[in-house]
DNA sequence: TATAAATTTGTAATGATTACAAAGTTGTAA
DNA sequence: TTACAACTTTGTAATCATTACAAATTTATA
């Protein structure tokens, strides 16, 4: 669990002031890394935090992502999910129990010979199926 | 340009009846491979079917994609965007113009360890940044 | 032709996301 | 401390792509 002394730190550290709904916000990406959705954050935090708003979630996810600290997954059409592992890695998601599982990407995956003259900012690898449980 | 009686006989093949809307919609996405979204569908067809509904594209496209012969790209949250490219490939948006651009993926790329035990049925490899000509 | 099945259509509902402005908080300078 | 500006949070309303639904139309079958 990570404390909040030291996400205080880190989101200064890449230009966020830290409120205490940030900090609340990313801890809770931190420490939860099966992807959750903006309602699931906020159902969990306005327990905590009774004032929460879910504009706020939004917002502060929104900001999150403009700073570089976590990443949008839209690997379902209807709604994104977040992740503060900003590692370059591949998504996963079964269709039949819903989880979305990491994978890793090949070092310099992707190097693609067209693209050579295009500058790449973001890359995003989804696959769907059925996982090795509901296989 | 591909010919009424081709498509009829492709969407047959494909289990689709193939009624006047079906076969308009099939080919204005083989025609247009700019990965065009539902809107733009409609807007261009409904010029020469003046009865067509905006539901009847959406229901024709769900079924395409349930049938096997288009894609479903959702390089970009809000909204879909439509591909009678059936092959794999991966698509890279540019943040400037907003074109989509196809690119080949190597031949058996994404054979990640980790997924020996997932079964896979769909892969998406979206990638944004700067184009050529924006860059 | 008559009847059933499939398809299309228009309208209403859904639901995630965004826009917006008021309220609250924090930083700073006198 | 006080005053003011900047920033953040909040609640509500609007947006907009997509879906639900049932009536109307078309097509297939007997
Ligand atoms: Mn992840
Ligand atoms: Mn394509
Ligand atoms: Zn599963
Ligand atoms: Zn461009």
Redesign the pocket.
């Known amino acids: 669990m990570r404390t909040i002394e030291k996400t205080d730190e880190y989101l200064k550290a890449h230009g966020i ?1 830290p ?4 900090i609340r916000v990313f801890d809770y990406l931190h420490n939860n890394r099966n992807h959750p ?3 699931s954050i906020y159902k969990e935090l306005v327990g905590d ?1 009774p ?6 979630v ?3 996810l ?1 900001l999150f992502n403009e700073k570089g600290i976590i990443l949008i997954i839209n690997i379902e ?4 999910r977040f992740d503060a592992d900003i590692s370059n890695h591949g998504h996963f998601k079964c269709k039949e129990c819903g989880e979305i599982f990491d994978f890793d990407l090949g070092k310099d995956d992707l190097h693609i010979l067209k693209l050579e003259e295009f500058s790449i900012d973001e890359q995003h690898v989804y696959l769907k199926g059925r996982c090795p449980k509901c296989k």
Chains 1, 2 share one sequence.
Do not use: A, F, G, W
């Open positions: 002031m409120s205490y709904q940030r959705t903006v309602d935090i004032s929460l708003s879910k504009t706020t939004y917002n502060t929104r059409d209807n709604e994104s």
